[in-house]
């Protein structure tokens, strides 16, 4: 039997509270702070609704199946000689192609190396595709013979790896939030490949992919084991991806302990600590970093469920590792994301009382984000505590996967990294052997995955689950029959099987253990109904999800005949009896169309008819011709072109206080509204028809998602402050040639940041950078029109001295002292540029902070080259 990848398996801890529409994206209170008097523990499997096999489940027609077909053209359009070239250089082998450019070419080599074995073995999984099995089969083999060349079973693509590698061994670590002795990010890279053998193995059946990850954790063992656990703490300030998770998963595949107690060394306290206090300490943090920790953490807590052991010398308990990764979920989930369900600005969690960054800024939340979200959102599903705490899971779930991983592929193929909030502005979408991005890489996977989890199922009696896989991806050992962990009380309903409908895609599911098979037919979302007709029958129970969107005039049908029963929104209605091949179940579920406020700021809000995100083409600039490709220039996963103001908006304006009512269904086959009741602002005009969309359907264009509204006169009023908030901010942009925000990963690594004894901050929810030694970042400038260095500034760092260098010769030499009318006490120092002062051929300047001996260069909480500002105008 092909071995198939269920999802990571957990359990919940927690009751799940009543929905609340008002509560909007962030699922306020869904689920319950604190675990109730016997709640499960993730040893407590029973009932548990675990994933069902990806390739157990077939896509049928509607834009998922759309989806997969496009990132399967993707896919196979890759080269994967020039995929392999990194591998191949480092293994001393001869390469068959060049590398290919942007991030695989500039320190990240190899990562998307790794993120095409998994997308393989996902799609293999998923479609059964003989040419991608194929194509994953010669992969592996090249990675084996690089893997054999090292002979010590290293695998990767990282520059120089050999001697970066030795560097850590030695323990000589110098440590940054993203990067280990001057490499970018290198236990980041190496993950990916970890989890395309790992995906190989548990998804396509390959076995040498099984003896290359476990080779490959005995060469992480032996590279770690001299590191003491404060280096290793000290290591993992610099991005590391979910290192900790696929350790878990070489134990569940062994049984070795040592492969858990490395999982858990390698599990960043920083971290850790706060969430097992409950504590939100996530405003400042990379959001990415931390994402796939946390799915390492709830691994983590079900290896322990099974072993009874702990590594650490106080009681080390499941708890202690899934009640953080539980915390971390509902602060993301309920308190930090948005309408599509995604998170983060520039990659970075903000202050949780302030979502204005969210409008100001146009790299708005990244899909990688939300790829490692749901991949928790599933884990912590599969072993919730009841069908009211598994249905707020897949309500999240569902708006994310709709409205953000699938809006975040081009129908013609192509993948986004930013998806701004910002009214009017675009995306940007990556070409076939161009962008190398780490969306692209996740976006391969996130579209072959789209059969994940459509279904859930219980275990049965009699169910051999050593030939499957737990939501950990791995076998269970003794697990068959009526004993051992996942025995009789696997079972739900007492040894009836339980299939859970998580969401309504159109879509056949075959479970052959239990000889059941069912198919689902749906138009959703542009029709409110699904049907699952039975193809196989039996006794089992068939869960639906009635989610917590719809109203209380759900329908029921069996067979053509209603069903009188009452359907409760944010559950799962359980229909146990015995079902005949072609047996029809018709579900409808009524959607509203609604306004939900943006968190924190209710003056703008987004327009949802049941859990899709609905949003309006703009043409604020008549006769733009967008750039929505992008190419392989560092930047380019960027939406660069032109911010509109926030005064430009078009506004929903309505004296009546449920705006909504006014929103009207048109007569289309597929979802569309019109807005032209309300529609006001300088852009209403060149709004295309008024009409609203599906955000997943709308491309290759400037969008509205946010809206500011309210009535005639809040709206009038609220553009004067707008335009005045911004003028300062736009006139500042219009004068900027280059900048750079300290301390976040993409700007400092486009802006070749170096340092010693650096470190980064949040003061105030500004992220600054200094160095005890130096630091130096490169600002572009072909053109050679900047006058002005600009550093932004803090009265703490009052009386440090540092000398700013711009290629290699003092500019200023300084003593830093706030001017007394700074405000909260941050300020500007503005630097002239000679005329005459020396530039390479291409106008870059080198900024290099030192500072004098016992002081510190810094902290830089803005770095920007500027031009002269313009004469006033008399």
């Known amino acids: 039997m092909r071995r198939d990848f269920l999802r990571r398996c957990l359990c919940g801890t927690a009751a799940a509270s009543a929905a609340s529409a008002a509560c909007g994206p962030v699922f306020a209170g869904l689920l319950a702070k604190d675990a109730p008097a016997g709640s499960a523990s993730a040893s407590d499997l029973a009932g548990n609704a675990l994933p069902v096999p990806l390739s157990s489940v077939r896509l049928l027609e509607g834009p998922f199946l759309a989806a997969q077909q496009t990132d399967l053209r993707y896919l196979m359009a890759l080269n994967p000689d020039r995929l392999l070239a990194p591998f191949l250089r480092e293994a001393g082998l001869p390469q068959q192609a060049p590398a290919y ?21 996902l799609m293999w999984a998923a479609t059964g595709d003989a040419a991608v099995q194929a194509r ?9 013979r690089c893997q054999q060349a090292h002979g010590d079973g290293y695998l990767g693509g990282i520059p120089d790896g050999k001697a970066a590698w030795t560097a850590i061994a030695r323990g000589e670590l110098r440590v940054d939030n993203f990067s280990v002795n001057g490499r970018w990010v290198p236990w980041y890279n190496v993950h990916k490949t970890f989890a395309g053998l790992r995906d190989a193995w548990l998804l396509a059946d390959e076995p040498a992919a099984r003896v290359m990850f476990l080779a490959l954790c005995d060469w992480a063992d032996r590279l770690l084991s001299p590191l003491s656990d404060a280096q290793l703490q000290d290591m993992m300030r610099a991005e590391h991806g979910g290192m900790n998770e696929v350790l878990a998963d070489a134990h569940r595949m062994t049984g070795e302990m040592r492969y858990l107690r490395l999982a858990q060394r390698f599990s960043h306290l920083a971290l850790l600590q706060p969430l097992r206090e409950s504590r939100d300490a996530l405003t400042g943090l990379h959001a990415n970093t931390q994402i796939p920790k946390v799915i390492g953490f709830a691994r983590i807590a079900q290896e322990l469920s099974q072993t009874g052991k702990g590594g650490e010398p106080k ?8 009640a953080p990764a539980r915390f971390f979920w509902r602060t993301v989930a309920e308190r930090r994301s948005v309408a599509i369900g995604g998170n983060s600005v520039k990659e970075h969690f903000h202050p949780l009382e302030d979502f204005q960054p969210m409008l100001d800024e146009v790299e708005g939340p990244e899909t990688c984000n939300s790829y490692n979200m749901l991949k928790l959102t599933e884990l912590l599903q599969a072993h919730a505590v009841d069908d009211r705490e598994r249905a707020a899971y897949a309500d999240f779930h569902e708006r994310t996967l709709f409205n953000h991983i699938l809006a975040s592929q081009h129908p013609d193929g192509g993948f986004v990294y930013f998806t701004p909030m910002r009214p009017q502005h675009y995306r940007v979408y990556s070409q076939v052997d161009l962008g190398m991005w780490c969306c692209v890489g996740s976006g391969l996977e996130s579209h072959a995955r789209h059969g994940q989890f459509i279904y859930s199922r219980s275990a049965t009696r009699g169910t051999a689950l050593a030939d499957h896989r737990d939501a950990g991806g791995t076998a269970l050992r ?35 253990d239990v000889d059941i098979a069912l198919r689902q037919e749906t138009r ?17 129970t068939l869960r639906l999800r009635i989610p917590g969107w719809t109203g209380a005039k759900a329908r029921l049908r069996i067979n053509g005949k209603t069903v009188p029963l009452t359907l409760t929104p944010g559950d799962y209605l359980p229909l146990n009896r015995d079902w005949a091949t072609g047996d029809l179940v018709e579900l409808t579920l009524p959607m509203a169309t609604r306004l939900e406020p943006m968190p924190q700021l209710p003056r703008y809000a987004a327009v949802m008819h049941g859990p899709i995100v609905l ?8 006769g733009e011709r967008l750039q929505t490709r992008a190419g392989d220039a560092r930047m380019d996963h960027i939406a660069q072109g032109t911010r509109l103001p926030l005064a430009t908006a078009p506004w929903l304006v309505s004296a009546a206080r449920d705006k909504a009512r006014a929103i009207r269904r048109l007569p289309a086959r597929d979802l569309q509204f019109s807005t032209a009741e309300l529609l006001q602002g300088p852009d209403a005009s060149r709004a295309l028809s008024h009409t609203l969309v599906p955000f997943f359907r709308l491309h290759d264009s400037r969008y509205v998602i946010y809206w500011p509204h309210g009535t005639p006169i809040e709206a009038a009023n609220e553009r004067k402050r707008f335009a005045a908030e911004e003028r300062e901010r736009l006139a500042l942009q219009a004068r900027t040639v280059d900048a750079v925000a300290p301390g976040e990963q993409q700007p400092e690594s486009d802006h070749g940041f170096e340092g010693e004894g650096v470190e980064t901050g949040l003061n105030q929810g500004r992220r600054w950078r200094h160095a005890t030694v130096w630091m130096v970042y490169r600002l572009n400038d072909p053109s050679r029109e900047g006058k002005l260095l600009r550093l932004g500034l803090c009265g703490l760092d009052d009386g440090r001295r540092f000398a700013v260098e711009l290629n290699g010769r003092v500019l200023r030499a300084m003593t830093l002292q706030a001017p007394a009318d700074s405000a909260n006490g941050f300020y500007n120092l503005d630097l002239p540029i000679p005329d005459d002062w020396p530039r390479p051929a291409d106008g870059s300047l080198r900024v290099r902070l030192v500072a004098e001996p016992g002081s510190v260069a810094g902290g830089l909480y803005d770095l920007r080259l500027l031009k002269l500002a313009p004469a006033p105008v008399n």
Do not use: C, K
């Open 136 to 144: 994953l089969r010669q992969t592996l083999a090249v990675l084996q």
């Open 524 to 540: 959703f979302p542009d029709e409110p109904r699904t049907r699952v007709h039975i193809e196989r029958g039996g006794h089992f």
């Open 101 to 121: 450019g942007n991030w695989e070419s500039s320190g990240l080599d190899g990562h998307m190396g790794g993120h095409y074995v998994s997308a393989l073995a």
């Open 315 to 322: 009681a080390d308990t499941d708890a202690d590792w899934l």
């Open 478 to 512: 003794g697990a068959t029959g009526d004993t051992g962990p996942l025995g009789r009380q696997a079972m739900g309903d007492e040894g009836v099987a339980s299939i859970w409908l998580n969401h309504f895609i159109a879509s056949r599911l075959v479970l052959e």
């Open 615 to 622: 949003a309006a083409r703009t043409m604020p600039i008549p």
